[in-house]
Nanobody, 126 residues
Framework: QVQLVESGGGLVQPGGSLRLSCAAS????????MAWFRQVPGKEREFVGG????????SYADSVKGRFIISRDNAKSTAYLQMNSLKPEDTAVYYC???????????????????WGQGTQVTVSS
């Protein structure tokens, strides 16, 4: 049974940091591109960033570039999203996603990912 379980969300003040984790099970994690998306009510789910299966390449949305860092530990089947210098506009439900890819590419649209977590709420507010 495929599972992606996010954790680490919560309430943080502007300028603060959070680290999200995505624990995977039930599939060959080390062969899958991993990505983070986020969604606020009334808006479409948007790409935040992704990392290739080897960890050799990452891609980020312009809105988070320079503030967020994606990493992965294939031995632990876990992906991470380190979020720094958080802003109120980063408030959203954050989802991790996984998709097997033959080549080392980061997929950036929701329709390209088959596996999804349940999401974790991140609220940036003073």
């Amino acid at each position: 049974q495929v599972q992606l379980v996010e954790s680490g969300g919560g309430l943080v003040q502007p300028g603060g940091s959070l680290r999200l984790s995505c624990a995977a099970s039930g599939f060959g994690f080390s062969s899958y591109t991993m990505a983070w998306f986020r969604q606020v009510p009334g808006k479409e789910r948007e790409f935040v960033g992704g990392i290739t299966w080897s960890g050799g390449s990452t891609s980020y949305a312009d809105s988070v570039k320079g503030r967020f860092i994606i990493s992965r530990d294939n031995a632990k089947s876990t992906a991470y999203l380190q979020m720094n210098s958080l802003k109120p506009e980063d408030t959203a439900v954050y989802y991790c996603a996984a998709q097997r890819t033959l080549f080392e590419i980061v997929l950036t649209t929701t329709r390209e990912y088959n596996y999804w977590g349940q999401g974790t709420q991140v609220t940036v507010s003073s």
